[in-house]
């Protein structure tokens, strides 16, 4: 049909020249907010400084904390020998394996108990039996447990994560929509195809979300356990130099801890990325 003169003709929504115009937004924006969060460190340093640098006391008291540029020298002198990355090593060693054994657990039982209800009916009520205590709770007992100090304080990691990465899956698992599950069905799909295929990937988000909480917590757990317990490990050099008056150690460890924490969720998060690459990243609101 051809167009009548004078009319004019509406821009197609996937012209060249439109993807062109968009594709700069997407970097730009990644730009800004890139400086916004560098910002916001520089912020909180400058705080830091300011408040140990003029000895600030209102109610919360800032004489004993160490100025940054403190801990900066603390922490050169400290990565520039041999024996403060033992403590790291050993911390990384007991959070990826005890991470590991909570992750395999964790995703086990929980599309057990999700998808079976015997399994629910058999081994959930044991798990939010055990699940309100503490972890720090189970030091005492896992010393008796475990024969090493080091098969202990990983029992305390792992159980630090098991929780989250259970109790997140079977969520993931009891979101899934039915008619997904009967559509599969109506394809000539058996019981095994639909777990595999329709039960895992609707569950990984969930499962994602459980990792990343877990990490979180098992680290929090192997600081607790290493202090109490630890001869080796970053939880371990924290608490000796708060007991040796080393304010600027006990700084220096908190922040390698930090550090070590948030890249280990983020490794959770970007590896939980590549492995859902149907779900397209939602854009936030705002600038």
């Known amino acids: 049909m051809a167009s009548m003169p004078g009319a004019e003709t509406a821009p197609l929504v996937g012209a060249p020249a439109a993807q062109a115009a968009a594709a700069p937004a997407a ?10 969060r560098a910002a916001s460190l520089g912020v909180f340093f400058v705080l830091w400084h300011v408040a140990t ?7 919360v008291r800032f004489q004993n904390i160490p100025t940054p540029a403190q801990v900066l020298a603390e922490a050169v002198d400290l990565f520039g020998a041999a024996g403060f990355y033992v403590h790291i090593l050993a911390s990384l060693e007991r959070i990826w394996l005890g991470f590991a054994i909570a992750s395999v657990l964790g995703i086990g039982l929980g599309l057990l108990i999700g998808w079976f209800s015997f399994a629910e009916d058999t081994l959930f009520p044991p798990i939010e039996l055990l699940r309100p ?4 709770a189970w ?6 447990l475990w024969p090493t100090e080091r098969s202990s304080i990983v029992f305390i990691t792992a159980l ?12 993931g698992v009891e979101s899934i929509d039915r008619q997904l599950v009967r559509a599969a069905t109506s394809l000539g799909a058996g019981r095994a195809a639909i777990f595999r295929e329709v039960v895992i990937p609707g569950a990984l988000p969930s499962i994602v979300t459980g990792l990343s909480v877990g990490m979180g917590v098992s680290w929090l757990c192997l600081i607790s356990a290493e202090m109490i317990s630890g001869q080796f490990g970053v939880g371990y050099f924290t608490w000796v130099a708060y007991g040796i008056v080393k304010y600027s150690q006990i700084v220096v460890g908190m922040l390698v801890i930090g550090v070590l924490g948030m890249m280990s969720s983020a490794l959770i998060r970007v590896i939980g990325a590549r492995c859902m690459p149907w779900l397209p990243r939602r854009a936030k609101g705002g600038s």
């Open 139 to 144: 030091v005492p007992l896992s010393i008796m």
């Open 53 to 59: 640098e003029w000895d600030l006391a209102f109610y």
């Open 133 to 136: 205590i503490p972890a720090v």
């Open 160 to 171: 630090g994560a098991f929780f989250p990465i259970v109790l997140n899956t079977i969520h």
């Open 27 to 36: 970097p730009a924006g990644l730009r800004r907010r890139r400086v916004r």
